[in-house]
């Protein structure tokens, strides 16, 4: 399992996420509190927006409290949209292309959680990546595999029905041909101007999910552990939802009709 936070208002440091608080992500890399493992050291990275509608990457396999560049990117790199995510494999290479975020176009995404078995049908997965999503396809992980699913099936018109199609897709896989848990699945997804954080499991073990709105800051933090131990305001999300937020403003949905429902067909 992974750890990740995500940013979406006023432009800020990406410090103040990743690397200032008392439990800041770099912190979460080596000492998380709600994770199976306590250790997160298979490589980080970053996806942020700034004047281009592309976001910027910086990935790398090291453990994130090892690298001395990712905390001086941090303190020099405002931003008003970012992900930053710190990896714990659950199978896959420990190497640059399985480490989140992926990013397609406009839009980054990062993950905590797994698909069941996926070792046993990672072709299967493959073969459900579009034809011209495929090219992009430069790992081996499930998490990716999602993303670019997800892509190809109308992300840009419905990002979440878009997520919420590949979800049943790749829970319906690990069920049909892998392993429990089936789907366990914590994310982010941003274009830079919305962002959707996502909590869902095929059972009652969904991986944790916190947001809070900042006044000081004008913004929106999604993260995997609260940052600041002890600290108000930070809103655990009710597993089953996706948080669809927009700079000062909240939406909170259902998700996860189509997986828990009819579990359809694999093509």
């Known amino acids: 399992m992974c750890r990740w936070a995500a940013y979406l208002g006023a432009p800020v ?3 103040d996420l990743v690397s200032n608080p008392n439990h800041s992500l770099i912190v979460q890399s ?40 990712l905390r001086s990117l941090c303190q020099q790199v405002r931003s008003g949209a970012f992900l930053a995510h710190v990896r714990a494999s659950t199978g896959t290479a420990i190497s640059r292309n399985n480490c989140h975020p992926f990013t397609y176009g406009k839009w980054s995404f990062v993950h905590n959680g797994q698909a069941g078995g996926y070792e046993h049908w990672r072709k299967s997965a493959d073969m459900l990546i579009g034809e011209e999503q495929y090219m992009h396809r430069k790992g081996a992980t499930d998490s990716e595999a999602l993303f670019l699913i997800a892509a190809g099936l109308g992300l840009e018109e419905d990002p979440i029905g878009a997520v919420e199609q590949a979800v049943a897709k790749m829970e319906a896989l690990a069920s049909e041909k892998g392993a429990t848990p089936h789907m366990r699945f914590a994310a982010a997804l941003t274009d830079g101007e919305t962002l959707y954080a996502f909590r ?12 809070r709105w900042s006044a000081s800051r004008q913004g929106f933090a999604v993260v995997s552990e609260p940052l600041v131990e002890q600290e108000e305001g930070w809103e655990a999300q009710t597993a089953g939802t996706v948080a669809v937020l927009r700079k000062g403003a909240k939406e909170l949905r259902k998700f996860g009709r189509i997986a828990s429902a009819t579990r359809p067909k694999v093509a």
């Open 13 to 15: 440091y990406l410090e």
């Open 200 to 211: 869902y499991a095929s059972d009652d073990r969904a991986p944790t999910l916190y947001h």
């Open 30 to 69: 080596k000492a998380a509190d709600e994770c199976k493992t306590s250790i997160n050291a298979d490589g980080f990275g970053l996806a942020w927006y700034d004047s281009r509608p592309e976001p910027g990457l910086y990935r790398d396999v090291f453990p994130a409290w090892s690298d001395p560049n």
